[in-house]
């Protein structure tokens, strides 16, 4: 018999680690299976398992509560064994995002992925939410441990997957599952023989699985894929981090010749290359390069060339080095000295070291440095000033219809343009080069962006400032650190018409030099570029049928163009051609938005129904809204912040990752030191009052945060990152712990209430943080992460106003 | 089943000779029923004699089934299932019962008939396999759905399912299945019509050429896919045919050929062969195709399959598409449907003064735009961006 002093608080922080370590590793490996977008749908849904594990429990919890050592070991077992077979079946269905607007059988493919990847979490919750119920009377230490081990979780699976591939970690994962059974049968007095005799023989067992039932199977329609049907094609490396896997390729019988945007006019062809993809997609090439200039010849008849032809650049910055193309474009163009700037080590170290010999060293090359950070980081710690900044080539027509829709890029907003603009010298050159969309969006939308910095950096006579052309492929927007001289516009309009690439826009540019060799039914990267510029430019962005209204950091969306009030037309073409249009990842995001809601009503609502006979009847009906409120408004507000801070710490400390351990470890882990710290008022009349002071401390380090973090971080943003970290915690730490708070205060006034309602609440509170997690983004694209702020400070105000009563039988 | 098993008894002392001449298997999927026969002893005439035969009571098959359940069963299907037994529930209405059944009753009929004609024309040493190559069979063993199971007991099976088949009497037209197609196809490109009547601003044009709509209605687009989305193959929709590629949407592909002008007798140059549909489509308005295909498999399957299908028009080779096919350059029309970072330069100096060549941009399962380059006289290069989707006015009402 399991005494109530025996509290499986070990354990309950190890599987906590063990389910937040698996969320972030099934986006990676999702990411890498599908693409980013999609991962990040498809498990935010998966976590509705809490949601499920609430109703599960309100309808066994009599039987299972007195036998809480087995089910929660079983349950811990479970999760170690589902967290293996569930993604191992979920990614043999063979779903295919793309073919969503065609076959409803996807539909079907969706939800099953989703269904099973929801197991994992549900045994998990189950686990969690008995012991909340079980050892009601510490629930706060209970719940300490799971946020505490969720921070653990969070910032282990980072470093684990700085060591081992993702494959590999997940049955780490798995194992961690079988571990926390054993520490929970040990701590609820359990003998220590079946765990030597088990352990052992599971950990056998994970390690002689075969290789193929954990090996991502990468969607067929990748990049990647593609160029392996090629005969005499094969991977020559890999290399793997949280960045994402890196492969090379090699193409021994068909050259791969990635030039994208080259002129029709060009007879070149360019040298062997390699082959680099990120996550099995996103082609670029490493370049062979024996320091033969005329070899780089086909770099010049790309559109990214032009500002080469305006001066020629003492000073270059090349943002995103990847396989070195742009290295190698302005060694072609005799530039002076060039700093290239690459946030993944592994690819320059592909490139410098593995494939040295064949890149021809070009980072070690002379005049060139490198610099191993992240591209905004960089242009706000950097001092030098450059006469040319070529942002990276950022080519979004060549992936999956509208999959990078919903991918936040901090490098195309007005902020970072405006960064950029600083670091340029006296007359000195922006050039963004994009992939072409029709009818014009992104590209437009980077004009927007750019009228936008130029403002924010008070630059006056802007219409003299930006130049665009464009090919069929590729479009290069140039912003100058002064006027464009009558020599600079016959230099791009030689370089224009000797490579049959059309002049969109320079200043006065008469209209009848628009749309020439590019022809589309209207000039309408002239017509946009003039109206953007002029007047009428609100009037313009209203009507558009696409939304062009510059990225911001606070909504980074560089590639979302779609208008809510345009999407039921584009629903309405999908099957005419118009399918490409529709950002399908959007779509999705709104589906799955509504089909959660649906599912989280009536998880929430069946308890209610099957519970109704005993105990709800002795609630007075305004405390069962209450306990609704309370906890659904509570699971809202913890999510949300948690999702705005991270974008917000992204660009503080220059790296996804870096943000990611350490805004979602300090969240978690202070939340969880603030839910023990709780536990001392748990029960007490007073809870409710601490409750009210925990929420009010939130909201006003959440309106102080609002205010003073840009500021803040611009003044620090180019300290020593391990400074930076520190800052962030000290920041952090604080609205964590007063976010640990409320909950376990919540869930103890309900301790003593008819025992139904404590996995009630549980389950609640696991519905409204999937919801939560799929409205932040939907909110961020429309209305900015601080809006999504303000809306989770409003939850927890709600979720005060709401406090449950304490309760007695 | 009990007369079945009757049969099976009777019939094996009957074939117990030529099965013993069996020798060891090999596939050959090259065309029809001689997928299932290595022709080490067996001549072309004996092969469509073999086919002939097979076909004939194929048909008589599909009277049987078509009077126990009422279905329909079209002229196509049977020639599908002629090629594809392992489908040949997938012909019929899904409701059938009992259909795995069906289905190994027919493939073992096809073996039956095989060793009736073997027995018949006296020919020894001809070795067989069933469809699946990646079962194992071995000396007089059939592999079907089930596993292996004896020829004897195949054969036997399979007298009794003709047994029955001779019980049936229904009347079976295999025109009016055939018509029933053709009104399959006759949709598709009525569908067709309407998107692009709907997308006629960016088209300049409200209507497609009827010549190429009277290329789609001939084309057998059912026999360009794979099995296992046959019963789509007349949606307007891409479908994915294996090997990582998809065979284009009806209404892209019937645009693409119209925008490249074809008069009949024109030589023109594909890149990326994919199923050969659109090579098909070209040929039937009278073109001379040239096609490449990167991908190996894909470029032998297609290959065979326009072979079988009669187009002595197209000509596929297998290879790297990016200089083209110069030896019968230059080209009045070159289709780039193979995704390429850049327009290879040897391929517009292929493309004949006032030739057209034509770039669909975009997924597999979404063309974003179809870019149609026009060589001028003077050999420059003029670009026409064409979107595939009616979308105006831009700055419109919502």
């Known amino acids: 018999m399991v005494t109530t002093d025996a509290r499986p608080r070990i354990s309950i922080a190890v599987i906590s680690a063990a389910v937040l370590g698996y969320e972030i590793l099934l986006m990676a490996l999702f990411s890498l299976i599908q693409w980013h977008h999609f991962a990040y749908m498809v498990v935010s849904v998966a976590l509705l398992g809490f949601g499920v594990s609430g109703s599960f429990l309100v309808l066994t919890r009599a039987a299972l509560e007195n036998n809480f050592r087995n089910f929660a070991v079983i349950q811990a077992c479970l999760f170690g064994l589902s967290s293996l077979l569930c993604y191992a079946l979920a990614q043999r269905l063979s779903f295919n995002p793309e073919e969503l607007i065609w076959d409803n059988n996807h539909w079907l493919r969706l939800a099953l992925v989703i269904l099973l990847l929801a197991l994992p979490f549900f045994f998990a919750a189950n686990l969690i939410g008995l012991a909340l119920i079980r050892f009601k009377y510490s629930l706060a230490r209970i719940y300490a441990a799971d946020l505490f081990g969720a921070g653990i979780g969070a910032v282990g699976i980072i470093a684990i997957l700085f060591l081992v591939p993702p494959a590999t970690a997940l049955r780490y994962i798995s194992l961690l599952g079988f571990a926390a059974a054993a520490v929970l049968w040990l701590e609820c007095r359990g003998h220590w023989r079946p765990v030597i005799i088990s352990l052992p023989i599971v950990m056998f067992c994970l390690y002689s699985l075969p290789g193929s039932w954990t090996e991502p199977l990468i969607s067929p329609y990748k990049g990647l894929s593609q160029l392996l049907r090629v005969s005499g094609t094969r991977v020559v490396a890999e290399r793997f981090s949280p960045l994402g896997l890196v492969t090379v390729v090699e193409s021994e019988a068909i050259p791969l010749r990635h030039a994208p945007g080259l002129s029709l006019n060009s007879h070149l062809e360019p040298p062997a290359q390699l082959g680099l993809f990120i996550d099995a997609d996103g082609l670029t090439a490493i370049t062979h390069y024996s320091g033969e200039r005329a070899d780089l010849a086909y770099l010049d008849d790309l559109t990214s060339a032009l500002p080469y032809h305006l001066q020629a650049p003492g000073r270059v910055l090349i943002l995103g080095a990847g396989g070195g193309a742009g290295i190698l474009q302005a060694l072609y163009h005799d530039a002076g000295q060039i700093d290239a700037v690459e946030i993944n080590s592994q690819v320059v170290d592909l490139v410098s070291d593995r494939f040295g010999d064949f890149s021809g060293k070009i980072f070690d090359h002379a005049g060139v440095k490198l610099h191993i950070a992240e591209a905004r980081g960089f242009l706000q710690s950097a001092y030098g000033r450059y006469d040319l900044i070529q942002f990276p080539m950022f080519d979004s027509s060549t992936t999956a219809a509208g999959v990078q829709g919903l991918d936040e890029n901090y490098l195309y907003t007005v902020e970072a343009l405006k960064q950029a603009i600083k670091r340029l010298d006296d007359q000195g050159y922006i050039a963004l080069t994009l992939g072409i969309k029709l009818p014009p969006r992104s590209n437009l939308k980077l004009f927007a962006s750019a009228i936008a910095a130029l403002e924010a950096s008070g630059a006056d006579n802007i219409e003299r400032r930006l130049a665009l052309i464009r090919g069929w492929q590729t479009s290069t927007l140039l912003i100058k650190n002064g006027e464009f001289s009558t020599t600079n516009i016959d230099a791009i309009k030689n370089f224009s018409r000797r490579r049959s690439f059309d002049l969109a826009y320079y200043p006065n540019m008469p209209a009848h030099e628009a749309n020439r060799y590019n022809q589309l039914e209207a000039s309408y990267f002239y017509d946009g570029t003039r109206a953007l510029l002029g007047k009428q430019r609100d009037q313009f962005l209203h009507d558009y049928k696409f939304n062009l209204e510059p990225a911001t950091d606070d909504r980074p969306f560089h590639s979302h163009s779609v208008k809510l009030s345009s999407l039921s037309e584009l629903i309405k073409l999908r099957h005419r051609g118009g399918g490409a249009l529709l950002e399908t990842g959007y779509l999705t995001l709104v589906i799955t938005l509504v089909l959660t809601l649906l599912f989280s009503v009536l998880l929430i609502l069946l308890p209610l129904i099957l519970i109704r006979r005993d105990t709800v009847r002795m609630l007075r009906r305004s405390s069962t809204v209450k306990v609704l409120g309370y906890f659904f408004s509570l699971g809202l507000g913890f999510l949300l912040i948690e999702i705005a801070f991270l974008q917000k710490f992204i660009l503080f400390l220059h790296h996804p990752i870096y943000a990611a351990s350490v805004v979602l470890g300090s969240f978690l882990v202070a939340a969880g030191v603030g839910s023990g710290y709780a536990q001392r008022f748990a029960g007490q009349r007073r809870s409710k009052k601490v409750t009210a002071n925990a929420v009010a401390a939130i909201i006003v380090l959440g309106m102080a945060y609002l205010a003073l973090l840009g500021p803040l971080m611009q003044s620090a943003g180019s300290l020593p990152l391990i400074i930076r970290i520190l800052i962030s915690i000290v920041l952090i730490a604080p609205l964590g712990f007063c976010m640990g708070i409320p909950f376990p205060l919540g869930l103890s006034a309900l301790a003593t209430s008819p025992p139904s309602l404590t996995p009630w609440a549980w389950g609640i509170n696991g519905c409204a943080s999937v919801i939560s997690a799929i409205l932040a983004t939907l909110l961020a694209i429309h209305f900015g992460f601080n809006a999504v702020i303000l809306l989770a400070l409003t939850c927890y105000f709600a979720a005060a106003a709401s406090f449950p009563e304490l309760i007695s039988n | 089943m009990i007369f079945l098993a009757i049969a099976v008894s009777r019939v094996e002392s009957k074939h117990a000779q030529a099965a013993r001449q069996f020798t060891e298997i090999d596939v050959n999927h090259e065309r029809g029923v001689a997928q299932w026969l290595r022709p080490q002893a067996l001549h072309r005439g004996d092969i469509e004699a ?247 498999e894909l470029g032998k399957e297609a290959q065979a399959r326009l072979r079988q299908l009669d187009y002595d028009k197209v000509e596929v080779r297998l290879g790297d598409g990016y200089y083209g096919w110069p030896e019968y350059a230059a080209f009045d029309a070159i289709i780039v449907t193979a995704a390429a970072s850049h327009i290879p330069p040897p391929l517009l100096q292929q493309l004949k003064p006032g030739g057209k060549m034509i770039i669909p941009v975009g997924s597999q399962f979404s063309t974003q735009q179809l870019i149609l380059i026009t060589r001028g006289d003077n050999d420059e290069f003029i670009t026409r961006q064409v979107l595939p989707v009616r979308f105006v006015p831009l700055t419109g009402e919502h």
């Open chain 2, 50 to 296: 073999l086919e002939h035969r097979i076909y004939r009571n194929t048909i008589t098959i599909f009277q049987f089934i078509v009077k126990t359940h009422g279905l329909v069963v079209y002229q196509d299907q049977v020639d599908f299932t002629m090629r594809h037994p392992e489908n040949f529930n997938r012909v019929l209405d899904r409701r059938l019962p009992a259909k795995l059944i069906c289905n190994d009753l027919f493939v073992m009929f096809v073996y039956y008939e095989i060793i009736e004609f073997l027995v018949e024309t006296k020919i020894g040493q001809v070795g067989f396999q069933a469809y699946n190559p990646s079962q194992q069979c071995g000396t007089g063993n059939y592999s079907t759905m089930f596993g292996p199971i004896s020829y004897r007991h195949s054969g036997s099976v399979m007298l009794g399912a003709l047994l029955l088949l001779v019980a049936s009497s229904c009347e079976f037209d295999p025109a009016q299945s055939s018509n029933d197609l053709r009104d399959d196809r006759e949709q598709m490109i009525r569908l067709i019509e309407d998107d692009v009547r709907s997308t006629s601003s960016y088209l300049k044009q409200s209507s497609l050429d009827t010549r190429v709509l009277d290329a789609m209605a001939q084309v057998p687009r059912h026999k360009f896919v794979p099995p296992q989305v046959v019963d789509m193959a007349y949606q307007n929709r891409p479908l994915p045919i294996g090997h990582s590629q998809t065979i284009s949407q009806p209404y892209i592909v019937a645009i693409m050929t119209d925008l490249l002008d074809i008069e009949p007798g024109q030589h023109v140059l594909e890149i990326g062969t994919g199923s050969g549909y659109q090579a098909a489509v070209l040929a039937e308005i009278g073109a001379r195709v040239w096609s490449i295909e990167i991908i190996p």
